[in-house]
């Protein structure tokens, strides 16, 4: 059985027992100081008011002075203190998280919403690291209160002690009952939450489809669907919350008025001090306060729970990828061979059937195909971002797994259709292919993507904005980019799909005689639709429905394959125009 989400929490905590020390410490400190006040108290009414001690007024109120002055400063100290372990704590889970997901595999992000991933990791787990910080902290406090006041009151009269305490079973089963009702609950309101999330996150990521399509009054609905989901869900927890304090409270104050009704007695019958008595209700607002601070810990505690729970499902996951395990590539040829290979992204779905190609080291093949023919996925198996079901992917004559995986996809540079840029600079971008290359190496890259007129025509050269998803730049800026930094890897094995789709025809002759080029060092596979990308192949393999058709070179398919044929008429067309 899988430890608790609180048992877990706590064994974080544990990495910080120092901090978490201190925290208790001057929370003891500061509970202690707060019971001087009701001892000042009944000195005053008991002795110093009816003996008319001038003097020992002063010493009073400046012992009363002193208590608060000392538990301030403690207050600050322990809130610093606290400060440091919450940053703590959120760094570590929060880093614990982004490393499992960095580390899970690509199908189970095309499982997922953003909105959700983003949701867990901005808000799930700030509330979950408020179970220890605000939960466990201050509910450890406030029963440490209460047991000091319990036993102040125990030793100043049993009596009334046992009448105040007398809701308190009354009190701990209401608190039990809520919190069985509101952890489901609570969950429910998060997953309305991270619903609502994704819905803006598609939103903003699409807003020029939005606005393309003249969609906002719909996108509108969509939020407001979310967002009334969300009230409703938290209308439900406010609603217990709602009743479940004021009963409390309640049970709290019953137990107060018959104090108050019982030691009014013995003070008339002279069994009681009215000094003892004000002693005894200032006790009595020492113990119900961290009562109901309790409820708000209750309250905290399942909120941050069910977070917790949601960021433990993630980390508990068994799927993430050992990038490790396996061999290094060292001294990579390049040789590829895809052998009778089957994929299917969804059960009984097969996008790939049955293909085998093979791609000799230092030689260019292209992919051709009707959208949807499984070109892609072939590239996306080969940098096991997926595993064929059936079949067998081989590199150099060694399965795809007898390597680890990090060092498999430092052997390939992966240009990909979307050419997706980081925010950031355009330096930054680069830098992703060779962390440690030169200023010349990046001007190098970039002139061989014949990027370089258009980066040291901006203000700011190489660190200039890119805007997220790249958007300050355009399509065709933003493709070369990407080529850039594939050129800039100098991987040995060069895997573009699609990656002059964007490029208008002279920049695509530049990049085309880079790829001359280049191709004499490594092996390409090629994804195109544009004729001269196709031609340049030393082999063309034509994919259909998910079937290897046809391969040959160019002129031995416009014989052989007239499916070949159609797709190389439909490219030379949309050339022509």
Same mark, same amino acid.
């Given at each position: 059985?899988?430890? +608790?989400?609180?048992?877990?929490?706590?064994?974080?905590?544990?990495?910080? =027992?120092?901090?978490?020390?201190?925290?208790?410490?001057?929370?003891? @400190?500061?509970?202690?100081?707060?019971?001087?006040? *009701?001892?000042?108290?009944?000195?005053?009414? #008991?002795?110093?008011?009816?003996?008319?001690?001038?003097?020992?007024?002063?010493?009073?109120?400046?012992?009363?002075?002193?208590?608060?002055?000392?538990?301030?400063?403690?207050?600050?100290?322990?809130?610093?203190?606290?400060?440091? !372990?919450?940053?703590?704590?959120?760094? #570590?889970?929060?880093?614990?998280?982004?490393?499992?997901?960095?580390?899970?595999?690509?199908?189970? %992000? #095309?499982?997922?919403?953003?909105?959700?991933?983003?949701?867990?990791?901005?808000?799930?787990?700030?509330?979950?690291?408020?179970?220890?910080?605000?939960?466990?902290?201050?509910?450890?406090?406030?029963? &440490?209160?209460?047991?000091?006041?319990?036993?102040?009151? !125990?030793?100043? #009269?049993?009596? &009334?002690?046992?009448?105040?305490?007398?809701?308190?079973?009354?009190?701990?089963?209401?608190?039990?009952?809520?919190?069985?009702?509101?952890?489901?609950?609570?969950?429910?309101?998060?997953?309305?939450?991270?619903?609502?999330?994704?819905?803006?996150?598609?939103?903003?990521?699409?807003?020029?489809?939005?606005?393309?399509?003249?969609?906002?009054?719909?996108?509108?609905?969509?939020?407001?669907?979310?967002?009334?989901?969300?009230?409703?869900?938290?209308?439900?927890?406010?609603?217990?919350?709602?009743?479940?304090? *004021?009963?409390?409270?309640?049970?709290?104050?019953?137990?107060?008025?018959? @104090?108050?009704?019982?030691?009014?007695? =013995?003070?008339?019958?002279?069994?009681?001090?009215?000094?003892?008595?004000?002693?005894?209700?200032?006790?009595?607002? %020492?113990?119900?306060? *961290?009562?109901?601070?309790?409820?708000?810990?209750?309250?905290?505690?399942?909120?941050?729970?069910?977070?917790?729970?949601?960021?433990?499902?993630?980390?508990?996951?068994? $799927?993430?990828?050992? &990038?490790?395990?396996? +061999?290094?590539?060292?001294?990579?040829?390049?040789?590829?061979? %895809?052998?009778?290979?089957? %994929?299917?992204?969804?059960?009984?779905? *097969?996008?790939?059937?049955?293909?085998?190609?093979?791609?000799?080291?230092?030689?260019?093949?292209?992919?051709?195909?009707?959208?949807?023919?499984?070109?892609?996925?072939? !590239?996306?198996?080969?940098?096991?971002?997926?595993?064929?079901?059936?079949?067998?992917?081989?590199? $150099?004559?060694?399965?795809?797994?007898?390597?680890?995986?990090?060092?498999?996809?430092?052997?390939?540079?992966?240009?990909?259709?979307?050419?997706?840029?980081?925010?950031?600079?355009?330096?930054?971008?680069?830098?992703?292919?060779?962390? +440690?290359?030169?200023?010349?190496? &990046?001007?190098?890259?970039?002139?061989?993507?014949?990027?370089?007129?258009?980066?040291?025509?901006?203000? $700011?050269?190489?660190?200039?904005?890119?805007?997220?998803?790249?958007?300050?730049?355009?399509?065709?800026?933003?493709?070369?980019?990407?080529?850039?930094?594939?050129?800039?890897?100098?991987?040995?094995?060069?895997?573009?799909?699609?990656?002059?789709?964007?490029?208008?025809?002279?920049?695509?002759?530049?990049?085309?005689?880079?790829?001359?080029?280049?191709?004499?060092?490594?092996?390409?596979?090629?994804?195109?639709?544009?004729?001269?990308?196709?031609?340049?192949?030393?082999?063309?393999?034509?994919?259909?429905?998910?079937?290897?058709?046809?391969?040959?070179?160019?002129?031995?398919?416009?014989?052989?394959?007239?499916?070949?044929?159609?797709?190389?008429?439909?490219? !030379?067309?949309?050339?022509?125009?």
């Amino acid at each position: 059985m899988a430890p +608790s989400p609180l048992r877990r929490l706590l064994s974080f905590a544990k990495r910080h =027992w120092r901090i978490a020390a201190w925290q208790l410490g001057l929370a003891v @400190l500061g509970t202690l100081l707060i019971l001087v006040f *009701p001892g000042v108290v009944q000195w005053f009414i #008991d002795d110093i008011i009816p003996n008319h001690r001038t003097q020992a007024v002063w010493t009073a109120g400046g012992l009363a002075i002193a208590a608060f002055l000392i538990r301030e400063i403690l207050f600050y100290a322990r809130t610093r203190v606290n400060c440091e !372990f919450e940053q703590r704590m959120i760094t #570590d889970l929060r880093g614990q998280l982004h490393r499992k997901i960095v580390r899970l595999p690509v199908g189970w %992000f #095309d499982r997922q919403s953003t909105g959700d991933i983003l949701t867990r990791m901005a808000d799930d787990v700030p509330s979950t690291q408020r179970v220890i910080l605000e939960g466990i902290e201050q509910g450890v406090t406030a029963v &440490l209160q209460m047991c000091i006041t319990a036993i102040m009151m !125990f030793v100043s #009269d049993w009596r &009334l002690a046992l009448i105040i305490l007398a809701p308190t079973p009354l009190i701990a089963a209401g608190g039990w009952i809520y919190s069985r009702w509101v952890a489901p609950r609570s969950t429910l309101a998060r997953e309305a939450t991270s619903a609502l999330n994704s819905t803006l996150h598609d939103t903003i990521a699409g807003i020029r489809q939005v606005k393309s399509y003249t969609a906002e009054d719909l996108k509108q609905q969509d939020f407001l669907n979310a967002s009334d989901l969300l009230r409703k869900r938290q209308t439900h927890l406010m609603a217990a919350w709602a009743f479940y304090s *004021p009963s409390m409270t309640l049970l709290g104050n019953l137990g107060l008025v018959l @104090l108050l009704m019982t030691g009014a007695w =013995w003070c008339i019958d002279g069994e009681m001090t009215a000094g003892e008595l004000m002693k005894f209700l200032l006790l009595v607002g %020492f113990l119900y306060e *961290p009562i109901a601070r309790l409820h708000g810990v209750n309250q905290t505690l399942q909120n941050g729970l069910s977070a917790a729970r949601r960021v433990f499902e993630i980390l508990d996951r068994n $799927d993430a990828e050992d &990038l490790e395990d396996g +061999s290094p590539a060292a001294d990579i040829k390049g040789h590829v061979r %895809f052998e009778n290979i089957t %994929f299917a992204y969804n059960e009984g779905k *097969p996008v790939l059937r049955n293909v085998s190609l093979e791609v000799p080291a230092r030689q260019t093949i292209a992919v051709v195909g009707a959208t949807g023919s499984g070109k892609t996925t072939l !590239f996306q198996l080969l940098a096991r971002f997926y595993d064929a079901e059936q079949g067998q992917i081989t590199l $150099d004559d060694k399965p795809l797994q007898y390597y680890a995986k990090t060092s498999l996809r430092q052997t390939l540079s992966y240009v990909t259709q979307d050419a997706f840029l980081f925010a950031g600079t355009i330096r930054g971008n680069l830098l992703l292919g060779c962390p +440690s290359a030169t200023e010349d190496q &990046l001007w190098e890259a970039l002139r061989l993507a014949s990027a370089e007129d258009f980066v040291r025509a901006k203000t $700011d050269g190489l660190d200039s904005q890119v805007g997220e998803r790249g958007v300050m730049l355009s399509g065709g800026e933003r493709q070369r980019i990407a080529m850039a930094r594939a050129f800039l890897k100098d991987a040995p094995i060069l895997l573009l799909d699609e990656a002059t789709s964007a490029v208008d025809t002279k920049s695509e002759h530049a990049i085309q005689a880079a790829l001359d080029a280049l191709r004499k060092d490594r092996t390409c596979m090629v994804i195109a639709h544009r004729l001269s990308t196709v031609i340049a192949a030393d082999q063309i393999y034509v994919l259909r429905l998910g079937e290897i058709v046809a391969h040959g070179s160019h002129e031995e398919l416009l014989k052989s394959s007239p499916y070949y044929a159609e797709l190389a008429a439909l490219a !030379f067309d949309s050339q022509k125009h």
